[in-house]
């Protein structure tokens, strides 16, 4: 069973850091793509990283550029999410999800996990 966990959410004042977690089991890396979103309330789904497990190609939103860093550990089968300089704007749950090619669209995304909650305060 494929399995998606996420970790690390919490609250932080504005300018903090957090490093969200996606630890992954039923499956190894290899051939997929593993994306960070967020859903803000009120908002749509919202594509914030993804990296290619294929040839570790990055791909990140402009509202996150120069401040989300997105890595993986093959070896543990989980993916980070460094996110520094955080802004109240940042505040969503993000949810991780597998896929099969880099892409920032949900649709491209079949497996999720089940969220974790930032907060950032001003």
């Known amino acids: 069973e494929v399995q998606l966990v996420e970790s690390g959410g919490g609250l932080v004042q504005a300018g903090g850091s957090l490093r969200l977690s996606c630890a992954a089991s039923?499956?190894?890396?290899?051939?997929?793509?593993i994306g960070w979103f967020r859903q803000a309330p009120g908002k749509e789904l919202e594509g914030v990283s993804c990296i290619s497990m294929s040839d570790f190609s990055t791909y990140y939103a402009d509202s996150v550029k120069g401040r989300f860093t997105i890595s993986s550990d093959n070896a543990k089968n989980t993916v980070y999410l460094q996110m520094n300089s955080l802004k109240p704007e940042d505040t969503a749950v993000y949810y991780c999800?597998?896929?099969?090619?880099?892409?920032?669209?949900?649709?491209?995304?079949?497996?999720w996990g089940q969220g974790t909650q930032v907060t950032v305060s001003s």
């Open positions: 039923g499956f190894t890396f290899d051939g997929y793509a």
């Open positions: 999800a597998r896929g099969i090619w880099l892409s920032p669209f949900p649709t491209a995304f079949g497996s």
